[in-house]
């Protein structure tokens, strides 16, 4: 199969999760279940069931349909495609039956490179923004109707933008005239018009363009929603290992893990240090790609991997 996406850290996801306590011990007869929640175009996927037992279960989700088509193409009878967010896994597993789960966040290769997707500014193409095309609104669409305000509040928060709202004005202006954007040159053109100064080699667009991509798919809700159900999806000992490429998502992944990973215990209780509550979490490593990587593969350069481990014996 050809695989035209280069997963980031492919190798460091794949020992995080494979070199965890319960799949080192396991045995012939010991169910095996591994969660990918991001299929993309299948490295990681394909990379873990080669390490994986013949036993051993793998699930898979996607919400882009283009890459569940992928997936299908994969003959292997250990792999479950589901078209769905990784938000709802717990739909599809019990509590404490997992023994590793792997989040590949943000967006594939392919979704950039194919115009008609959207996302890119570099090609022009209908504004579409959608990983999942069957459901929801274009990201022109919501540029037709939604308040200024709410415009300008999404590409700050979503985007980091501190043009956020001399952009959000000059949408609305050109919407107003009959001539909202709705291809993605027209609004990278419109945004271009509008911020003067960039951080050197950066499209003045790119922060736009990536708050109304994580909008539109209502990526950080689906990452927190995630995280819930994959602390309750793994068993003692299982690795969570979650792979962000941006602030905003390494920022969740990190104050996840280290609320996780503490005990709050009321200052003054008289409790011997045997006596103190377990964490949920023990916090593994946080991973950067190698510089040869990042050479290989620009688009290694922001993301960042971090594993926790369920701490054994803890309730679902």
Request: aromatic share 6%; hydrophobic share 40%.
């Amino acid at each position: 199969m050809n695989i035209t996406h280069r997963p980031v850290l492919l190798a460091e996801a794949v020992t995080a999760l494979v070199d965890g306590p319960l799949i080192q011990k396991q045995t012939s007869v010991t169910p095996l279940l591994v969660i990918d929640g991001t299929f993309g175009r299948g490295g990681h996927t394909q990379a873990l069931l080669g390490q994986l037992p013949t036993h051993a279960r793998m699930i898979s989700f996607d919400k882009d349909l283009d890459a569940i088509a992928v997936a299908k193409k994969i003959n292997d009878p250990r792999l479950t495609i589901i078209h769905d967010s990784f938000a709802q896994m717990d739909q599809y597993a019990r509590p404490e039956s997992v023994d590793g789960i792997l989040l590949d966040l943000g967006i594939s290769s392919p979704q950039v490179d194919e115009a008609h997707r959207g996302f890119s500014f570099r090609r022009n193409g209908p504004l579409d923004m959608r990983m999942d095309t069957e459901h929801g609104f274009t990201a022109a669409q919501w540029l037709e109707q939604a308040p200024q305000e709410e415009i300008a509040r999404v590409i700050k928060t979503y985007g980091e933008e501190r043009f956020a709202f001399q952009i959000a004005k000059a949408i609305v202006a050109k919407r107003e005239e009959g001539l909202a954007p709705k291809t993605t040159f027209e609004l990278a053109a419109l945004v271009a018009g509008v911020v003067r100064t960039r951080e050197a080699g950066q499209d003045p667009a790119t922060r736009t363009f990536q708050a109304l991509r994580i909008f539109i798919n209502r990526e950080l809700e689906d990452l927190e929603q995630g995280l819930k159900a994959a602390l309750q999806l793994l068993k003692p000992g299982a690795r969570l290992a979650v792979i962000s490429f941006h602030s905003l998502e390494d920022r969740i992944v990190k104050q996840f893990m280290q609320a996780h990973a503490k005990v709050e215990v009321p200052r003054g209780l008289p409790l011997r240090e045997k006596d103190l509550p377990q964490s949920a979490l023990e916090i593994i490593a946080r991973v950067k790609p190698s510089e040869q990587e990042v050479q290989e593969n620009p688009r290694a350069r922001s993301a960042i991997m971090r594993v926790a481990q369920k701490r054994m014996g803890l309730p679902a």
